[in-house]
């Protein structure tokens, strides 16, 4: 798992730049320092085995004007504290934009470590600062994508569960934290849906790299999950009422999103395109969403997991969007059938600045290839 405990208190790389951070069931980390690390031990969702224990719950909420339970919680009042910490993130956000121009949300992909992401981050907002010349403010998504950083600076959870050495289990490790990290993007998209609704602004900007594309895709449409979830997990129950109740209808400003090596299958994805609220299906409704595609054949990371086609899209989850052109000329054509070809757009990453292959999956890589400008620039130009 990926634990934003400490980080959460941590200041935004800039004076112009906000963070956020969601735990593996999409729940806000909030801006309290938390104690008692004895909650890795729990087999439930990060912040709720936290708040689980009155005592660790009240420290929390005293900070949040809540009131304090004698109990233990229950899950109204965990929602309650979640709700008040994104009120909170809210007023701050909501305060910047009436001093800045543009509002850029970014969002990584799987197996990073808030420190793996301080410097792409930190450069994402100076190449884009570069280009536009204009006063922009940032979000910095961070989700819990996992880690397979399994030899050190790992909890006594993380070592249960991914296991001390390398080689062979490190491999298999990725597998494992590959699949959870998938129905972890979609928990945390939905919670990011409501918080980018509420922004206070009539124009937003999102950039993601890997699979943070399946986290801007569930921010923006309800995605159905491919797995069977027939007994779902605390997470997956909630994710499901969100989707089926129509709890959390998706944000209605304008929105261009870019996508960079986006780690998610295309057509399965986009299936669900036109699904705004349960059930909804209207290509108007989907007219002030704009998608430029950061695709490269040569990225080593998407590539293998599409080695066995769709057997192993089956079992190790689809990336056939960043890498096949297949794939991208079917939701291209999506597009098109519904009237809009002008809000699709595709810009290749294939090759380094030398003509060389671009192999590396990294996001850094991609910030450093020669069409990163031309990409961003699309971007931000709709």
């Given at each position: ?129 570069a280009i536009t010349g204009t006063n922009n403010f940032y979000i910095n998504v961070f989700w819990d994508g996992l880690t ?235």
């Amino acid at each position: 798992m990926a634990y934003y405990g400490n980080e959460s208190q941590r200041p935004a790389f800039s004076n112009h730049s906000i963070n956020v951070f969601f735990d593996g069931s999409g729940y806000v980390y909030p801006d309290v320092a938390l104690e008692d690390m004895d909650f890795f031990e729990e087999k439930r969702p990060l912040l709720q085995a936290y708040y689980s224990e009155a005592s660790r719950y009240n420290r929390v909420a005293e900070a949040y004007g809540l009131p304090p339970v004698e109990a233990v919680p229950d899950t109204d009042a965990i929602e309650a504290l979640n709700s008040a910490v994104k009120h909170l993130w809210l007023e701050q956000v909501n305060a910047e934009l009436a001093v800045h121009d543009r509002v850029v949300v970014l969002v990584h992909g799987y197996n990073n470590t808030y420190h793996e992401l301080i410097g792409p981050y930190s450069l994402f907002q100076n190449r884009i600062d570069a280009i536009t010349g204009t006063n922009n403010f940032y979000i910095n998504v961070f989700w819990d994508g996992l880690t397979d950083n399994t030899a050190k600076d790992i909890s006594k959870q993380e070592s249960l569960f991914y296991g001390e050495t390398g080689g062979l289990r490190a491999g298999i490790n990725n597998l494992k934290i590959w699949r959870r990290a998938q129905h972890q993007a979609l928990f945390a998209g939905m919670e990011l849906r409501t918080l980018l609704r509420r922004l206070q602004t009539d124009s937003l900007t999102l950039v993601s790299h890997s699979l943070g594309a399946r986290v801007v895709a569930s921010t923006l449409f309800n995605i159905e999950p491919e797995d069977d979830w027939k007994k779902p997990s605390v997470a997956q129950a909630r994710y499901l009422a969100a989707i089926s109740a129509d709890q959390h209808p998706a944000p209605q400003q304008h929105i261009s999103v870019g996508m960079m090596a986006p780690a998610i299958g295309g057509k399965e994805t986009f299936d669900d395109y036109f699904i705004r609220e349960n059930a909804a299906r209207s290509a108007a409704d989907s007219s002030d969403f704009h998608f430029t595609i950061g695709f490269n054949t040569n990225d080593e990371v998407l590539r293998k997991f599409n080695l066995f086609g769709k057997k192993s899209a089956n079992f190790l989850g689809d990336t056939s969007f960043g890498t096949l052109k297949n794939d991208v000329d079917s939701v291209h054509t999506l597009f098109r059938e519904n009237g809009l070809e002008q809000r699709f757009d595709v810009v290749d990453f294939s090759k380094t600045f030398q003509g060389y292959p671009q192999n590396k999956h990294s996001m850094i890589f991609y910030l450093d290839n020669p069409n990163f400008d031309s990409f961003i620039k699309q971007v931000l130009e709709d």
